[in-house]
């Protein structure tokens, strides 16, 4: 049973636009990580987040966890050719290290 | 610094073979654990470890043994292969949890894995 959804499961843009990925589940996380993986490499962690409906900004990427703390967003601004790869979330239910990865996004930024 | 380090990086086996994929860290992680990655799956827990001589099962575990013997290693056995067991694997290495917060997981670069 896949716990974490992520919606979409591909995507391609053009650089320059902006876009929104989402990870969605029915079960509450005590907290939420999302990872980028490049080809042939593993993820990568971006962020951790904690609290229900915080707002984290890496520099063009803006990550949000929901008030309930089942879902979250990662939205990025002004997409680059460097921000291509498999985007994760993954989320923990109590006190332990133990993740539920995501289905994983694929994003192609195309110069 | 090393950080996880997964050998070998690819390996092809025949139905019915065993082997150990290896995984160390330099890093004195109590937390270690394997995952397997499948196309539209993302990553799932295969075993984990929060500690030396401690061992679980994580999500898909029927077919993989574990141990831990040292703080830096965490090797996975797969007893008889299948071709179900076709999969990129990840080794992975982190602090253990403080007031119930994730903390960063440090990923090897995957051992690619195929079953004929």
């Known amino acids: 049973t896949q716990l974490l959804e992520q919606s979409p499961q591909f995507l391609s843009i053009q650089e320059g636009e902006n876009l929104t990925v989402y990870c969605n589940s029915s079960?509450?996380?005590?907290?939420l990580q999302w990872y980028r993986q490049e080809p042939g490499e593993g993820p990568v962690l971006l962020v951790t987040?904690?609290?229900?409906?915080e707002v984290k900004k890496l520099k063009r990427l803006t990550f949000q966890f929901g008030d309930a703390r089942k879902d979250s967003s990662l939205h990025i601004t002004a997409a680059q050719p460097g921000d291509t790869g498999l985007y994760l979330c993954?989320?923990?239910?109590?006190?332990?290290?133990?993740?539920?990865f995501g289905t994983g996004t694929l994003l192609a930024v195309q110069p | 610094n090393a950080g996880v380090t997964q050998t070998p990086k690819f390996q092809v086996l025949k139905t019915g073979q065993s082997m150990t994929l290896q995984c160390a860290q330099d890093?004195?992680?109590?937390?270690m654990s394997w995952y397997r990655q499948d196309p539209g799956m993302g990553l799932r827990l295969i075993h984990y470890?929060?500690?030396?001589?401690?061992?679980d099962q994580g999500e898909v575990p029927n077919g993989y043994n574990v141990s831990r013997s040292t703080t830096e290693d965490f090797p996975l056995r797969l007893l008889s292969a299948a071709p179900s067991q076709t999969s990129v694997y990840f080794c992975?290495?982190?602090?253990?949890?403080?007031?119930?917060?994730?903390?960063?997981?440090?990923f090897g670069d995957g051992t690619r894995l195929s079953i004929l």
């Open positions: 992975a290495s982190s602090y253990s949890s403080i007031s119930g917060t994730i903390m960063p997981q440090h």
């Open positions: 079960s509450v996380f005590s907290s």
């Open positions: 987040v904690v609290t229900g409906g």
């Open positions: 993954a989320g923990a239910r109590g006190a332990t290290n133990k993740l539920i």
């Open positions: 890093m004195n992680h109590e937390y």
């Open positions: 470890s929060v500690g030396a001589g401690i061992t």
